[in-house]
């Protein structure tokens, strides 16, 4: 069965520094989007992207944050100078046309020192 | 916007009985998606179960199922002869019907925390 997967599963980074968070969605969906749950806390949308740009976000996805699509396959969240409170899990989740299910990858842990 | 609740911060139950989990939402929409993810100790979102609101009929999913109520706004789930690996977080969401807009992104409730006693 179609999963999707996301690399790094875990990452270590200094304050300050740049990250960026990759995923590969299932193979024909179109929607992909980024969650991220800090610790013993809900799961909170960050952004959802459709057709090479962003079609919503939340108030959590400032200027600190983008994504991409590089190439037919990656779609990447990028935090340019990370914070302490940006530690958490970041789920990226994909979802085809004509389908209301949104597909989790594993998520990657992130921690910020 | 729309909220989503989950009153049970914690439940337990033994194996092989049944157990429901509650989850209450607001919202000014009546066409919408509910869904029921179950997070493992792997910390991975795995789909239990999808309910369309414009559907009368409650989503069975072999021995989980769903008591739907559209009036009461409340979306339990009912998980029937509990077994060990279904111990786990339990997350409700909910999704909009409209295409962007705001639309897009689920909306968690808090998580209940499922035991289950062998």
């Known amino acids: 069965e179609p999963e999707v997967t996301q690399t790094p599963s875990h990452q270590v980074t200094q304050m300050g520094q740049e990250v960026i968070l990759r995923c590969v969605p299932i193979?024909?969906?179109?929607?992909f989007y980024w969650y991220r749950q800090i610790l013993g806390q809900k799961v909170e949308f960050l952004v959802s992207?459709?057709?090479?740009?962003?079609?919503?976000k939340s108030e959590i996805f400032d200027d600190q944050f983008s994504v991409e699509r590089p190439d037919g396959s990656n779609f990447t969240l990028k935090i340019r100078s990370t914070k302490l409170e940006d530690s958490a899990m970041y789920f990226c989740?994909?979802?085809?046309?004509?389908?209301?299910?949104?597909?989790f990858g594993p998520g990657t842990r992130l921690l910020v020192l | 916007a729309q909220t989503v609740t989950q009153s049970q911060p914690e439940m337990s139950v033994q194996e092989a009985e049944t157990v429901t989990l509650s989850c209450t939402y607001d919202?000014?929409?009546?066409?919408?998606?509910l869904f029921w993810y179950k997070q493992p100790p792997s910390r991975q979102m795995i789909l239990v179960i999808r309910?369309?609101?414009?559907?009368?009929q409650n989503a069975t999913e072999n021995r989980f199922s769903v008591n739907f109520q559209k009036a009461a706004k409340s979306f339990s789930l009912k998980i029937s002869d509990s077994q060990l690996g279904d111990a786990a977080m339990y997350f409700c969401?909910?999704?909009?019907?409209?295409?962007?807009?705001?639309?897009?992104?689920?909306?968690f409730g808090k998580g209940t925390h499922l035991i289950i006693q062998p």
């Open positions: 309910q369309e609101a414009y559907k009368q």
């Open positions: 992207f459709y057709n090479n740009e962003i079609s919503e």
């Open positions: 969401a909910y999704r909009s019907s409209m295409i962007g807009g705001g639309a897009d992104g689920l909306t």
């Open positions: 193979s024909n969906h179109l929607y």
């Open positions: 919202t000014s929409e009546s066409d919408y998606y």
């Open positions: 989740a994909s979802k085809g046309s004509f389908q209301e299910t949104q597909y």
